[in-house]
C-alpha cells in the first residue's frame, strides 16, 4: 500500500497520508507545533513525521511550496525553511522523494484556476473526500497530496502514451 504524505508546514501544521492505490484519505488532521520554543516545534514535527514514514508505506512526500504574503514577519522565512529542512531530513532518512508545489499550482490542479480563493479549494477537498469543516491547513495538506496524486497519474498516462 504505497501512500502519499501531503504537508502544509506551519506552526499549525496540516498533514495527510493519501493511498495512492484509489486516493483514498487515511489520514488527516492538523497539528500544533509549538508556538513558544522552536526548538520543541522542529523537534515535535520530526518525531511526527518519523512516526507517520514508518506507520504508513510512503512512497513520496509532497509539500506546499513557500508562499510568503507581502507583510511577512522576518521571522516567518527563516521558521519555515527550518520545518521544510526538517521535513526534508525525515523524507531522505526514509528514502522518500519529495516533491514541492506552489499554492497556484495546487489550485489550477484541483479548481481549474490557478487564482481561486482558498475557499473555492476547501469546498472542493470537502467534496472530493466527503469531509465536512475542515481547517485551512488540512485543507492545503490534502490539496498538495491531492495535486501529486493528480499529476503523477497524468506524468504516468504520458509516460505510457511515449
Known amino acids: 500500500m504505497d501512500v502519499i504524505i501531503g504537508l502544509d508546514l506551519a506552526d499549525k501544521t496540516g498533514i495527510c497520508v493519501l493511498r495512492?492505490?484509489?486516493?483514498?484519505?487515511?489520514?488527516?488532521d492538523v497539528v500544533k507545533l509549538s508556538n513558544r520554543d522552536p526548538n520543541q516545534r522542529l523537534s515535535n514535527l520530526y518525531n511526527m513525521l518519523?512516526?507517520?514514514?514508518?506507520?504508513?508505506?510512503?512512497?513520496?512526500?509532497?509539500?506546499?511550496?513557500?508562499?510568503?504574503?507581502?507583510?511577512?514577519?522576518?521571522?516567518?522565512?527563516?521558521?519555515?525553511?527550518?520545518?521544510?529542512?526538517?521535513?526534508?531530513?525525515?523524507?531522505?532518512?526514509?528514502?522518500?522523494?519529495?516533491?514541492?508545489?506552489?499554492?497556484?499550482q495546487v489550485k489550477l490542479a484541483i479548481t481549474g484556476s490557478g487564482r481561486a480563493n482558498k475557499?473555492?479549494?476547501?469546498?472542493?477537498?470537502?467534496?472530493?473526500?466527503?469531509?465536512?469543516?475542515?481547517?485551512?491547513?488540512?485543507?492545503d495538506a490534502i490539496g498538495i497530496a491531492y495535486t501529486h496524486w493528480l499529476l503523477s497519474r497524468f506524468n504516468s498516462s504520458i509516460e505510457a502514451q511515449a
Open 50 to 104: 518519523k512516526d507517520f514514514l514508518s506507520r504508513f508505506k510512503t512512497s513520496e512526500m509532497a509539500i506546499e511550496d513557500v508562499f510568503l504574503p507581502q507583510k511577512t514577519s522576518r521571522k516567518t522565512p527563516i521558521s519555515l525553511g527550518e520545518l521544510r529542512g526538517v521535513a526534508r531530513l525525515c523524507a531522505v532518512q526514509a528514502k522518500v522523494p519529495v516533491f514541492f508545489y506552489p499554492p497556484t
Open 119 to 139: 475557499q473555492d479549494v476547501i469546498s472542493l477537498i470537502e467534496q472530493e473526500f466527503n469531509l465536512k469543516n475542515v481547517d485551512d491547513n488540512q485543507a
Open 20 to 28: 495512492k492505490e484509489d486516493k483514498a484519505l487515511l489520514f488527516s
